[in-house]
DNA sequence: AGAAAATATTTTCAAATGAAAAAGAAAAGA
DNA sequence: TCTTTTCTTTTTCATTTGAAAATATTTTCT
C-alpha cells in the first residue's frame, strides 16, 4: 500500500467528507492522481466516492472500521496468516483484523476452510478463489452481521480445531473484554471447541476497557498486535504465559 | 414505480452496459430526467453507475436478477406478505421473490421472525426497522450465498412454522424443481419443520426445467407467481389441490 | 554507474455530472 | 371551470470526471 494511500485514509477517517481539490492540495499531487487513488481504496471498500468528494465507508461500528490504522491492521493479519499452513480448518470470529486475515487465507492459501459465525467475513472473501466457509447459525446481528445464540454450540460442537482467531473491545489486568454480551458468550463457546485461543487486536484496545469479560488471561494462547501496546499490558500477558506478537508500526521509506 | 424506470431497467439487463446519453435518446426525456431515475434505481440496488453509463447490477445468478422483472417480482412478493401477519415467525428460503417479500415484512410489518439459510437476505434487509432474522448455519455457497449441508438440519430442528416460502428453478409435470443438489437438499429440510409450503416464483420458471427435483406436487401448498403461467401447469396443479394465485402483469396507466 | 524497463504522476481535453432555477403537467380544491 | 398546490421534467451552468498522451521518477539489470 503506498504511503500516500495511508495519509488520505487518515484525512477521509478524520474529516468524514473531503473533497477531491483539497485533497490534492493537502497531499501535493494532482486531482488526476487523488482520483486514481480513490479509485483504488473504494474498490478495496475503504471509503466511499461522491461526486467532487472522498467519504468515510460508512460503518456499522465507527470504532472498528477497517479504513482506521488499515496498515497496522493488515501487518498484523499477515503476521498471524503465517501462523495458518495449507489445508488447515480454523475458526475466525469478526473482527478488523480477523477480515484480513480471513481475506488473505482465501487469497493466497490452498484449502483452507473458515469457519465463523459473522455473515460480513463470509461475504467479504467469497470472491476469492480459494474461499471456502462454513457459517455457523444464529440469531443475526443486524449491525455487525454475526450471528449469536444458543444455535452457535449446536453449530460449532461438530467441529474441533486448532485454532480460533478473534478480536476484543478492550483489556483490564483480569483479561480480554468484549462490548456486548452476546457476542462474548458466542466466542466463548467456540473456544470451547478449539486448542488455542488468538487474539488479533490493534494495540490501542489494550488501552481500553469493555462492557463485559470475555476471556480471562489464562484462556488465551496468543497475542498479535502492533507496538503501540503499553508495556504494562504486555508484561501481565508475559507472566501468565501468553505469547505477545508485537509488529513494527514504523512507515516503511 | 414509475413506469419509465421499469423500461429502464430493461433496456440496462439487455444491453448490460448503455450510455446516458442513449437512454435519454431512447426514452425520449433529458438526460437530467435519466440521471434522477439512474440514481433511484442505483440506490434501490437494481444497476450500478458508471461515469456516462448505466450498467447492470451485477449478479452471481444472472437468470434471477432482483432488476430483471423487478415489478413483477415485487407485485408477487405484494401478494404473498398479504399472508402474512404480525407476530408471525416464517421461513424464507432464497430467490428473488422472496428477497422481496422479506423486504417488505421487516420494512412494513411488527414482530415478524424470519428464519433463513439465505446471507443474501438477510444482509439485503438488515437495514429494515424490523428486520429480525435468524441465519440458519451450514456451507456457504460463495455465489448464491445461501448455506447448505447436514448442519441446516441441526440448526432448523428448533423451530417449526406455519409457513416456509420458496423459489423455485423449474417444473414438470412430476412437481417443482430446482437447480442445485445441496440447495433442494436444505429447502427441504427446512420444509419437515414447517407446516405449508409456498412457492414464490416468476411464471417463467413454470416454462423451464431445472436439474434436480425439489417437491413433489402434493408437498407444495400454494403458488404465488403471475398470469403468464402455462394454462397447463396451472392445470396440473389445481388437479393436486395446490392454490396457485396469479398476479397481474398489465401495466398500470 | 549507466541504460533499459517498469511505475508513477501530470498535462490536456472533451464529455459527464449535480445543483438550482425555470417551465410544464397532473392532481386537488373551490 | 378556474385556481392553487404539488410533482415531474427541462434548461442552464460551473464543476468534476476519466481517458490518453506526455513527462518524470523509481527500479532493475548489466
Redesign the interface.
Known sequence: MHIRHTKLLNIVNNKKRVAVTDLAQVLDVSEVTIRKDLSTLEHMGLLRREHGYAAMAQSDDIANHLSFNYEIKHKIAMRAAATVHNGETIMIESGSCCTLLAEELTMNRRDVTIITNS?FI??FV??APG?H????????Q??S?V?VGP?IK??VS?FYVDKLFVGIDGFNQNGFMSNNLMRAEAIRTMAENAKHAIILTESVKFTQTGVVSLFPLSAVDSVFTDDGIPADAAQIMHSKDTHVYTISTAEEK
Open positions: 455473515a463470509a461475504a467469497r470472491k474461499a466457509i462454513i457459517l455457523l447459525g444464529g440469531e443475526y443486524n449491525e452481521q450471528m444455535m449446536k453449530c461438530d
